[in-house]
């Protein structure tokens, strides 16, 4: 059983920069980085989005609305993933979630709130 556990979250004004970690325990380095990670979002209201994507082999997928901004990397070494927001807006504002997918399998996180308001 993966567990997945987020961090970085907080308040700062447009304009400003966060890097959200996710961190994995339960699995081994070798495993997590067979994982695909993905970072998802939830503003109030609003269904869950996919933000960013990193693959197990690396390669990255982004959002419309945050590309150019965002930047998603992963250390499979600590098991684990990273978001570098910058120049954050204010619909930047929702839970941002943490997860793990590998075949059949998904393991999600319990969120860390981004509040993006001056």
């Known amino acids: 059983q993966v567990q997945l556990v987020e961090s970085g979250g907080g308040l700062v004004q447009p304009g400003g920069s966060l890097r959200l970690s996710c961190a994995a325990s339960?699995?081994?380095?070798?495993?997590?980085?067979?994982?695909?990670m993905n970072w998802y979002r939830q503003a109030p209201g609003k269904e869950r989005d996919l933000v960013a994507r990193i693959r197990s082999g690396g390669v990255t997928n982004y959002a419309d609305s945050v590309k150019g901004r965002f930047t998603i990397s992963r250390d499979n070494n600590k098991r684990t993933v990273y978001l570098q927001m910058n120049t954050l807006k204010p619909e930047d504002t929702a839970v941002y979630y943490c997860n793990a997918e590998r075949a059949y399998t998904t393991y999600w996180g319990k969120g860390t709130l981004v509040t993006v308001s001056s």
């Open positions: 339960g699995t081994s380095s070798v495993i997590f980085s067979m994982y695909d």
